[in-house]
């Protein structure tokens, strides 16, 4: 049996020998290097160095997860007012009543006329007053607004003295209203029941 002869390599390339200039060339390199102006300089940028030398770091104290009781402020609310009183319409009865002449009308508040803001002032006036003297029935005048013409609407203190009467600030002194009588305004006033002050 004959042995096979390993393929041979071919011989590595000899170095290549640098090609020395002549002084033509010399020359001709200058001149051109004279006439290139660089495009714009970058900055270098300083290469950060990292060191990673073991250096000892200070023990941390433990993070405590639960707040310390005397660190939250104690909230203290106050206790919130008792909810003023749902109105209760007038029975059928009295309104009766108060429309014959039966029942006396304690006393009447005229707001026909007045801007809302002067009307709502002396409506809280009239009704605390009549709350602290122990009156049962008092007679609100809001007015009827136009109700003749082209222009006929109704009157602003008609629609908002009903709205201010449900409001929290007068519940509390007023049990209910309705409207009253023809012979005491009719759709311009109101009946309204007063809550005694305690």
Same mark, same amino acid.
């Given at each position: 049996? !004959?042995? $096979?002869? @390993? #393929?041979?390599? &071919?011989?590595? %390339?000899?170095? *290549? =020998?640098? +090609?020395?200039?002549?002084?033509?060339?010399?020359?001709?390199?200058?001149?051109?290097?004279?006439?290139?102006?660089?495009?714009?300089?970058?900055?270098?940028?300083?290469?950060?160095?990292?060191?990673?030398?073991?250096?000892?770091?200070?023990?941390?104290?433990?993070?405590?997860?639960?707040?310390?009781?005397?660190?939250?402020?104690?909230?203290?609310? !106050?206790? $919130?007012? @008792? #909810?003023?009183? &749902?109105?209760? %319409?007038?029975? *059928? =009865?009295? +309104?009766?009543?108060?429309?014959?002449?039966?029942?006396?009308?304690?006393?009447?508040?005229?707001?026909?006329?007045?801007?809302?803001?002067?009307?709502?002032?002396?409506?809280?006036?009239?009704?605390?007053?009549?709350?602290?003297?122990?009156?049962?029935?008092?007679?609100?005048?809001?007015?009827?607004?136009?109700?003749?013409?082209?222009?006929?609407?109704?009157?602003?203190?008609?629609?908002?003295? &009903?709205?201010?009467?449900?409001?929290?600030?007068? +519940?509390?002194?007023?049990?209910?209203?309705?409207?009253?009588?023809?012979?005491?305004?009719?759709?311009?006033?109101?009946?309204?029941?007063?809550?005694?002050?305690?």
């Amino acid at each position: 049996m !004959k042995r $096979s002869r @390993p #393929p041979q390599l &071919p011989d590595p %390339p000899a170095p *290549r =020998r640098r +090609r020395v200039l002549s002084e033509e060339e010399h020359a001709l390199w200058d001149s051109v290097a004279k006439q290139i102006k660089p495009l714009r300089k970058k900055p270098r940028v300083a290469k950060v160095q990292t060191v990673t030398e073991d250096v000892p770091v200070a023990a941390k104290p433990p993070v405590s997860r639960k707040p310390l009781a005397s660190a939250i402020p104690v909230q203290t609310s !106050k206790p $919130s007012p @008792p #909810p003023a009183p &749902p109105l209760a %319409p007038i029975g *059928r =009865r009295e +309104r009766s009543q108060l429309s014959r002449g039966r029942k006396e009308i304690d006393a009447r508040i005229d707001l026909h006329g007045m801007t809302q803001t002067r009307a709502h002032g002396a409506l809280s006036a009239f009704l605390h007053r009549a709350s602290h003297d122990g009156m049962t029935f008092v007679l609100v005048i809001t007015g009827k607004g136009r109700t003749v013409g082209p222009e006929a609407e109704r009157g602003i203190l008609r629609r908002q003295v &009903p709205l201010w009467l449900g409001l929290p600030e007068f +519940r509390s002194l007023v049990v209910g209203f309705e409207e009253a009588h023809i012979g005491h305004g009719g759709a311009g006033a109101l009946y309204v029941r007063i809550r005694r002050a305690r």
